[in-house]
């Protein structure tokens, strides 16, 4: 797997209610979203047989076929890649509740969900802290979330600045500064 810097961002926790409450937290500087067609793509061009329609091909039948044979139970493993599995949400309840109800499960079911578990094999360890191994971490920039406006008029920024600069005390920069 090639190894290409990962930008760390830092975003300060503005939730009063949270013990963290003003401390600082990690975060991966999201590059955006690929379509399908630009991971076909990505795949084609590492040189491979495989050309675009082939990938597009193979992806759209396994995003047709992964929910298909999750929602009948079975759970799906892409060896290099994870698991899929299917998950119920349901609220908790007391015996007394379940016997009043004829044991119906299925009453208690707020929503099914597909799980992914991440690969753990010792080759390709894609899970949590492990998967670290595979990225080459860089520092990014302090992020700021400000909102503007009410109603259907509000609009919200992602403001940043070097952590260096935020660590020397500048100020962030406006709303205005930042708008393309």
């Not at 991440?118 to 971490?137: I, M, R, V």
Request: proline residues 5%; glycine residues 10%.
């Amino acid at each position: 797997m090639k190894k290409t810097p990962l930008r760390i961002n830092i975003r300060q926790n503005q939730n009063v209610s949270s013990r963290s409450y003003g401390h600082w937290f990690a975060e991966v500087d999201s590059l955006g979203w690929l379509s399908t067609k630009a991971l076909c793509d990505h795949i084609a061009e590492h040189g491979r047989i495989w050309t675009e329609d082939i990938v597009r091909g193979v992806l759209s039948q396994l995003a047709e076929c992964i929910p298909e044979l999750v929602g009948q139970g079975y759970g799906v493993k892409l060896d290099g890649l994870g698991t899929f599995l299917p998950f119920a949400h349901s609220e908790g309840v007391s015996r007394e509740k379940l016997l009043s109800d004829g044991y119906n499960p299925v009453l208690y079911v707020k929503g099914v969900a597909i799980r992914f578990i991440p690969d753990g094999s010792e080759a390709d360890n894609l899970t949590s802290k492990a998967f670290k191994q595979y990225c080459s971490l860089e520092a990014g920039d302090a992020i700021k979330t400000v909102s503007v406006g009410e109603g259907d008029e509000k609009k919200t920024y992602h403001l940043k600045m070097p952590i260096e600069e935020l660590v020397a005390g500048k100020p962030w920069p406006t709303v205005e500064e930042e708008e393309p």
